[in-house]
């Protein structure tokens, strides 16, 4: 059975960084891309980034090019989110999702339970 589980959330000020993970197992973790969404309250599930299987291509919403990192440790079967120079608008709840090349949610059949993310200002 798939499982994704998300850590490393929580509350940081402006301009401050974050990294959040992405354990996967029950699947050959090197065979897949990942993507990481978010959902900040009362708005819909967004698109973040997604990563190949082998880390060597990733791409990124505009709102969070140059600021944000998707790597992989695939001996690890994690996925990371590397955020830096937060902003208040990038507080929600971030999720990884098994796939990728896809920026529709509906696409993605398995997720994890989501990490949340909270930045002041």
């Known amino acids: 059975q798939v499982q994704l589980v998300e850590s490393g959330g929580g509350l940081v000020q402006a301009g401050d960084s974050l990294r959040l993970s992405c354990a996967a197992s029950g699947l050959t973790f090197s065979g897949y891309a990942m993507a990481w969404f978010r959902q900040a309250s009362g708005k819909d599930r967004e698109f973040v980034g997604f990563?190949?299987?082998?880390?060597?291509?990733?791409s990124y919403a505009d709102s969070v090019k140059g600021r944000f990192t998707i790597s992989r440790d695939n001996a690890k079967n994690t996925v990371y989110l590397q955020m830096n120079s937060l902003k208040p608008e990038d507080t929600a709840v971030y999720y990884c999702?098994?796939?990728?090349?896809?920026?529709?949610?509906?696409?993605?059949?398995?997720w994890g339970q989501g990490t949340q993310v909270t930045v002041s200002s």
């Open positions: 990563i190949n299987w082998s880390g060597d291509w990733t």
């Open positions: 999702a098994l796939g990728g090349w896809r920026v529709v949610p509906n696409d993605y059949h398995y």
